[in-house]
């Protein structure tokens, strides 16, 4: 068998496991893979911050399903890539970072740029490791791919040593193919008991989280309901597993990204089916309120995700997919049929008494109203991306999306500043897609100069700034400590412009005062962005005095009718 160096092995590897790009930054320790790259295929976007690079292997693992890369060099490229690495592991996502590292006897000597990234990158990596010999690149890269897919997907980091990357090693690339991942598969009893509890269920839904997107399973969630006509919610991870127009859609349950209907008819059933949900806090609120009067079926395919945070009464190891498979084929062979039409009309009744108002005409616009534009002027096929802060909050409870992979969120750890990067990573995934990113204007300059790599390698997209010219969600919070500080973050009468950091930047922009602006705007966007190939944005400045009140109570501060008991008692919020 022929030598050949061994990063040349590791690119191999990365071909075949489905990498035709790899975001990062080149520097000294990394450079023998990077000279394996441009040997290669794999076309690279140099980032302007590791961080971002991180984002954008994300973004783009989230829509097409496959293993995201990011590389940086040593030291703090690596550390920079922790908060990608965190967000990444607590959403599922599949992701290999690589980052160099100093010579193998300089480790201990304190040497320049050597930092143990190993051990600061295991609390938030499925697995973390320093390559030590060589021959064992090309094998780590495997294990590296088929952890980071198997059970419940999760990003992995490889330190390269320079010494150990600058060798030789013997490698056939010809006879060498991914490593497989096992199948989750339901054990049948289990799948037996469920489909009892759920036809003895008068009032069930199926609760559909970000497990059922990562399974590709929402064409089987489609037919499972419509089979056994039960009401389908979602989470925010698995907002687009079911399609909000569909008439089994029973909306969003939670304290924020929530809407009033969803919360009722939470509130009314008996039994809930979830799938590939964890019940994270921002949607379970006060547990007591959250499991009164009604039994749980949690099927996950990690087993500690079962009983986490409460025994369900029915637990179920498995991969969405091929539960709802077995749930199908279950329901089949038994003939199940149960009358649900009371229920779903209950549901139905619900969703048309309960809707949040979103077509104010005042100035300032109120935010309600751009979603209304946003859900009007964009199609079913666009693919948007949005962090975390109140116009991820207004995004959950007034957004549609009708497709899986189509709406692109940070769910658990909320870093500002993802959208920039995690569009181009979309984008990049789907170049012929239109893609639309949600964001506000301090989340929006954390990460503002991957703006620049966007414009370099000519990848267009909408960016939407909802501008309250403060930090809204953290004044809400600072309500209950009654005070008002150091959240106001502009300095003239707008602060920040940021249509000329979009020019400076050879992108384009537009600021919007006027409620009526908005719809001409997005059309000019969406045209723009086509036109030049680079980001466009509008800015929406949108009322300061929509964020005076607790999280909770939003519906309230923007003059929806009064929130009832349904928006989900006050016993929820904790």
Excluded at 15 to 42: K, N, Q, T
Excluded at 188 to 215: C, F, K, N, T, Y
Excluded at 532 to 557: D, F, Q, Y
Excluded at 558 to 568: D, I, L, S
């Amino acid at each position: 068998m022929a030598k050949i160096p061994c990063m040349d092995a590791v690119v191999s590897v990365l071909a075949s496991e489905g990498v035709d790009i790899a975001f990062g930054c080149p520097g000294a320790a990394i450079l023998p893979l990077y000279a394996a790259l441009r040997r290669s295929e794999i076309r690279h976007l140099i980032v302007r911050h590791e961080e971002g690079a991180t984002h954008m292997a994300d973004g783009w693992a989230r829509t097409n399903g496959r293993v995201g890369v990011a590389i940086g060099t040593s030291g703090p490229a690596g550390t920079n890539m922790i908060t990608g690495l965190y967000t990444a592991h607590a959403d599922s996502i599949p992701m290999v970072c690589v980052t160099g590292q100093a010579p193998t006897g300089k480790l201990h000597q304190e040497a320049f740029q050597a930092v143990d990234i190993v051990e600061i990158a295991k609390p938030v990596t499925k697995w973390a490791v320093q390559v030590k010999e060589a021959a064992q690149a090309p094998w780590i890269f495997r294990e590296a791919f088929r952890i980071a897919r198997s059970g419940r997907p999760g990003p992995v980091l490889i330190d390269l040593p320079i010494d150990v990357a600058r060798q030789e090693i013997e490698w056939d690339a010809s006879i060498d193919a991914p490593l497989p991942v096992p199948l989750i598969e339901p054990h049948p009893p289990r799948v037996e008991r469920a489909l009892d509890m759920l036809l003895a269920a008068e009032r069930p839904l199926i609760l559909a989280g970000g497990g059922v997107i990562i399974s590709e399973a929402a064409g089987l969630l489609r037919e499972v309901a419509e089979t056994l006509r039960v009401p389908v919610q979602v989470t925010l991870m698995g907002k687009g597993a079911f399609p909000e127009d569909h008439d089994l859609f029973a909306g969003m349950t939670g304290i924020q990204t929530t809407q009033r209907w969803g919360n009722a008819s939470f509130l009314e059933s008996d039994l809930v089916l979830a799938l590939g949900a964890r019940f994270g806090d921002r949607h379970t609120g006060d547990l007591e309120t959250y499991r009164d009067g009604r039994k749980f079926i949690h099927v996950d395919i990690e087993p500690t995700q079962l009983g986490r945070v409460f025994g369900p009464d029915l637990g179920v190891v498995s991969d969405a997919g091929p539960f709802l498979a077995a749930l199908l084929a279950a329901a089949r062979k038994r003939g199940a049929d149960s009358d649900r039409r009371p229920w779903i009309e209950r549901v139905r009744e619900l969703r048309e008494t309960l809707p949040r108002r979103d077509d104010f005409d005042t100035v300032p616009i109120k935010a309600p109203r751009v979603f209304r534009e946003i859900n009007e002027f964009f199609g079913p096929d666009t693919y948007f991306v949005t962090a975390i802060g109140l116009y991820q909050i207004w995004s959950g409870q007034f957004q549609k999306v009708f497709k899986p992979r189509h709406y692109q969120v940070c769910g658990q750890a909320g870093p500002l500043g993802w959208e920039i990067p995690a569009a181009i990573g979309v984008k990049s995934a789907r170049p012929d897609a239109e893609v639309v990113g949600v964001v506000g204007d301090y989340s929006f300059q954390f990460l503002v100069e991957e703006l620049a790599v966007a414009a370099q390698y000519d990848i267009p997209f909408v960016l939407i700034m909802l501008n309250n010219e403060y930090l809204g969600l953290i004044r809400q919070a600072e309500i209950g400590y009654d005070m008002n500080y150091e959240v106001d973050i502009h300095y003239d009468q707008h602060g920040t412009d940021n249509v000329k950091i979009m020019e400076a930047y050879g992108c384009s922009g537009r600021r919007v005062f006027e409620p009526g602006e908005v719809a001409d705007a997005l059309a000019w966007a969406s045209k723009e962005a086509r036109r030049t190939s680079r980001p466009v944005l509008v800015e929406v400045m949108i009322e300061r005095e929509a964020n005076t009140a607790h999280g909770l109570s939003i519906a309230k501060v923007n003059e929806f009718e009064p929130v009832p008991e349904v928006e989900y008692r006050d016993a929820i919020a904790g």
